[in-house]
């Protein structure tokens, strides 16, 4: 079985932001210029039902906010010739359900669902009665292409990072492994995270032991379950997987409490800011910093969704086919990449 390299991947994600860019500025400057009619561009509407927008609440086991999703929409819609409208599901099927009836009585073109519940089925009936396009986002909508993360793909890349620094610089020491974080939550898929680095750290190092450590959400629960895993095993180099970034700094600060900082490689999931901080903040993937213990985390681009999501339904709207599903390209972000995938221009 192969798996996705950790390696970096190349400026594919931003080259394509800037082609999306620059095809909506030539084709506004064209109008202004009279080569084309302004009739010719369209400008279709497009509505946005986000999961939820609730203050400080995050989405999909990362430490990114429905906020950040929406606003992503908002500046990828720039290069398009599209009037967003939005909507916020608020995690409540009844909501979800009148926000489409709100979208229809609208006339939107196209809708994007971005909801997990039972709703999804009966909003798609209403959505294609009224001849409104459905694209869903993270979640299935019966009929609609799907946009989504891929946890087990993230896990996977995880696993293999720990696995490749482990032969590289503990070959043949004693090795344990952990994984640690929000493993019951299975509503954001937490466990398939989970499962991915399981088995590319079988595949890769199949004598290393695989302990988990459920937080149930609360960070604050790593320092007592990792202080009891640490003081049962004294020695040994420890490769420690955290399936968020929250996660991975109270690894980081218990790893440290115990002095065991030199036996320690922590691999996290998320890249929000947290981890790779704005223009001010502390950075633990940084340049500077590569002395940190935390070696990578898995880029899951939640903050830059309608980049990847509005030429999806510009394709739909065109009447293109799409792919029935096209899942984030997840890639590990290190202090060797970061400033290519997360430009300091980009960190305000």
């Not at 694209?135 to 799907?146: C, D, I, M, T």
């Not at 020695?235 to 420690?240: E, H, I, Q, V």
Request: charged residues 20%.
């Amino acid at each position: 079985m192969k798996y996705p390299a950790p390696a970096f991947s190349p400026r594919g994600r931003r080259r394509s932001h800037v082609r999306e860019l620059v095809a909506g500025l030539a084709a506004l400057l064209a109008v202004l210029a009279g080569l084309v009619p302004a009739a010719a561009q369209r400008q279709y509407v497009v509505a946005f039902a986000n999961l939820t927008e609730e203050p400080g609440v995050t989405v999909e086991g990362t430490g990114f906010t429905g906020r950040e999703i929406r606003e992503s929409f908002v500046l990828a819609a720039r290069a398009h010739p599209v009037e967003m409208v939005f909507y916020d599901n608020r995690r409540d099927d009844a909501r979800a359900l009148q926000n489409a009836d709100a979208a229809i009585a609208r006339k939107v073109d196209l809708y994007i669902q971005y909801h997990q519940g039972a709703a999804n089925a009966a909003i798609a009936e209403k959505l294609r009665a009224a001849g409104v396009k459905v694209l869903a986002l993270n979640y299935p909508v019966p009929g609609a292409p799907l946009y989504t993360v891929d946890n087990l793909a993230a896990g996977r890349v995880a696993g293999q990072a720990l696995a490749q620094f482990a032969l590289r610089s503990w070959r043949g020491q004693p090795t344990a492994a952990v994984i640690a974080g929000n493993l019951s939550d299975a509503a954001d898929r937490v466990p398939e995270r989970a499962q991915g680095v399981t088995e590319a750290l079988a595949q890769r190092l199949p004598a290393v032991k695989v302990s988990s450590l459920d937080t149930h959400g609360n960070p604050a629960q790593v320092g007592p379950l990792l202080g009891k895993f640490l003081a049962a095993h004294p020695s040994g180099k420890l490769l420690l997987a955290a399936t968020d970034d929250a996660t991975a700094l109270a690894v980081k600060s218990a790893v440290e409490a115990a002095g065991r900082v030199h036996d320690a490689a922590i691999v996290s999931h998320g890249v929000d800011r947290t981890i790779h901080g704005g223009m001010n903040d502390r950075k633990e993937i940084d340049p500077a910093n590569r002395g940190s213990i935390v070696i990578g985390s898995v880029a899951f681009y939640l903050d830059r969704c309608g980049y990847e999501v509005l030429p999806l339904a510009m394709r739909m709207l065109r009447g293109e086919s799409v792919p029935a599903r096209v899942a984030t390209r997840h890639v590990l972000v290190t202090a060797a990449n970061v400033f290519i995938e997360y430009p300091p221009y980009d960190m305000n």
